[in-house]
């Protein structure tokens, strides 16, 4: 069975730049499609950005266009998220997906002054 596991989060100032790292053991993470997700206390969980394992297209929702990208290394079996510009809207816990059913345990990421 897939697992997954997120690091790099952690406190960064606005405007700062964080990279989210997922790393997938138990399975072949080539095997599927990767997204990472946010939530916030009393929100909903939310999608950030996607990449499939077809062609590495990728997909972010608007909020975080042309700060955020997705990336995956098959080779080394794992997602990256790069987030820059940072803003406190940004704060959340974060979490890697894949295949529509493995989640990550998600890893902090709080933007704050």
């Known amino acids: 069975q897939l697992q997954l596991v997120e690091s790099g989060g952690g406190l960064v100032q606005p405007g700062g730049s964080l990279r989210l790292s997922c790393a997938a053991s138990g399975g072949t993470l080539s095997y599927y499609g990767v997204g990472w997700f946010r939530q916030v206390p009393g929100q909903e969980r939310e999608g950030v950005s996607c990449?499939?394992?077809?062609?590495?297209?990728?997909n972010y929702r608007d909020s975080v266009k042309g700060r955020f990208i997705i990336s995956r290394s098959n080779a080394k079996s794992e997602v990256y998220l790069d987030m820059n510009d940072l803003t406190f809207e940004d704060t959340a816990v974060y979490y890697c997906q894949a295949g529509g059913i493995y989640w990550g345990q998600g890893i902090q990421v709080t933007v704050s002054s």
């Open positions: 990449i499939n394992n077809i062609n590495g297209a990728t």
